[in-house]
Nanobody, 121 residues
Framework: QVQLVQSGGGLVQPGGSLRLSCAASGSIFRVNAMDWYRQAPGKQREWVANITNGVTTNYADSVKGRFTISRDNAKNTVYLQMNNLKPEDTAVYYC???????????????WGQGTQVTVSS
C-alpha cells in the first residue's frame, strides 16, 4: 500500500505565504515526477507545478514567479512554497506522485487527500 499525506494550508491574507507538504509512505521503490494541482469551487482541477526526478521544474503561468516546488527524495516528500498569495489562489490543493513499488515495475499515480488554501482579508 502507498499513502500520500498532505499538510500545511489554511487561511492567509493577500500577499501572505504558505507552505504545503506531501509525504508518501508505504511500499515504495522509487518516485518519479511529483505534481501539485488545485481545484477552486465550481471549477475543474488544474495543474499548478511539476518537478521531475531530475529536479527540473515547471509552473502554470498563473503561479510562475510566486510558487516554488521542491522535493526531498530521502523522505519521498514534495513541497509547494506559495508566496504573494492572491484571492484567486483559493482552492483545494492536491499532490500527485508517480510511484514504482518494485525494481523494474511500472509507475502508478497516487494522490494526496487535498488541503484547503484560502486567501482572504
Amino acid at each position: 500500500q502507498v499513502q500520500l499525506v498532505q499538510s500545511g494550508g489554511g487561511l492567509v491574507q493577500p500577499g501572505g505565504s504558505l507552505r504545503l507538504s506531501c509525504a508518501a509512505s508505504g511500499s515504495i521503490f522509487r518516485v518519479n515526477a511529483m505534481d501539485w494541482y488545485r481545484q477552486a469551487p465550481g471549477k475543474q482541477r488544474e495543474w499548478v507545478a511539476n518537478i521531475t526526478n531530475g529536479v527540473t521544474t515547471n509552473y502554470a503561468d498563473s503561479v510562475k514567479g510566486r510558487f516554488t516546488i521542491s522535493r526531498d527524495n530521502a523522505k519521498n516528500t514534495v513541497y509547494l512554497q506559495m508566496n504573494n498569495l492572491k484571492p484567486e489562489d483559493t482552492a483545494v490543493y492536491y499532490c500527485r506522485e508517480e510511484i514504482s513499488r518494485a525494481s523494474g515495475g511500472y509507475y502508478s499515480a497516487y494522490w494526496g487527500q487535498g488541503t484547503q488554501v484560502t486567501v482572504s482579508s
